[in-house]
């Protein structure tokens, strides 16, 4: 059996290149997606007006989550999304 790549082959590993170039691209873009979140609901890791912050908001999920900012958040950060929670 022969090593060596067939013509028909090696064009089609060619053509192939770009649209993994693209795929890769995609991909890099939704492990980005969650600062893309963070920057559109403006998050900050220091409390919001008035002293709101995550730990007091109905969408935190402790220890470090939110239900609407993607990504690992802080008990004292705020974002614009902020929903005081039930008293
Ligand atoms: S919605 Fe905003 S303020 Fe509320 S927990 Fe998530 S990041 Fe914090």
Redesign the pocket.
Known sequence: MSNRITRAKLISLITALPIAGAASTAVAAAADDSSGTKAQ?K?QVKP?PGG???SG?????PPAA????KGK?SPN???????PKAK
């Open positions: 609901l998050y919001g709101k912050k995550c908001c109905a969408l935190f999920k939110c239900s609407v900012v958040i950060g705020y974002c614009i999304a902020f929903a």
